[in-house]
């Protein structure tokens, strides 16, 4: 019997720095720019990208720097993992956080990072980059699927 993987054993305070970066699934969903209603603080997703995020990819392309070039890119940590109710429901942070495992697409998982596309958890394909939209038209790309990805088929 093989040992537990570090997910099941390790709090996200105990991770390693290479553990913790390796939890991201590279969905590329938290890259979506997203509206918040100042009245209720609902959350509203959007097909438009970051403008540092490759939309085949969906990695970062200059993920060391990103928030020299995107000011207000979130680092995620153990405490902001908690406190982000925005996070999609299949991010390896926020489930790890919940104590529930990874899903079988997750590259940790698989062994393959192109599961999540496979799969269809990923952005690709379904995004526009924010350089080309004006701010006034985000409300022109609201979407659904963001939280809808990842969801068991009702029985």
């Known amino acids: 019997m093989g040992e537990m993987p570090f997910w099941k ?16 699934d590279g969905c590329g969903l938290c890259c979506l720019n997203k509206l ?26 200059d993920y060391d720097n990103r ?37 079988w697409w997750h590259p940790l998982v698989s062994g393959d990072p192109e599961t999540v596309h496979a799969a269809g958890i990923s ?7 924010e350089d080309d939209i004006d701010i006034e038209d985000y409300e022109d790309y609201l979407v659904t699927w963001p939280l809808e990805v990842g969801r068991e088929p009702a029985e």
């Open 36 to 61: 918040e209603d100042w009245d209720s603080s609902e959350i509203a997703w959007t097909s438009i990208r970051c403008t540092l995020l490759d939309g085949e990819s969906c990695r970062c392309r």
């Open 9 to 24: 054993m390790k709090s996200l305070e105990e991770m390693s720095g290479a553990e913790w970066e390796s939890l991201c």
């Open 67 to 103: 928030q020299a070039t995107v000011p207000d890119c979130i680092q995620l940590t153990p405490e902001a993992v908690r406190e982000i109710s925005w996070l999609p429901p299949t991010c390896g942070y926020r489930l790890v956080s919940e104590g529930r495992d990874l899903y």
């Open 123 to 129: 952005v690709r394909g379904r995004t526009v980059p």
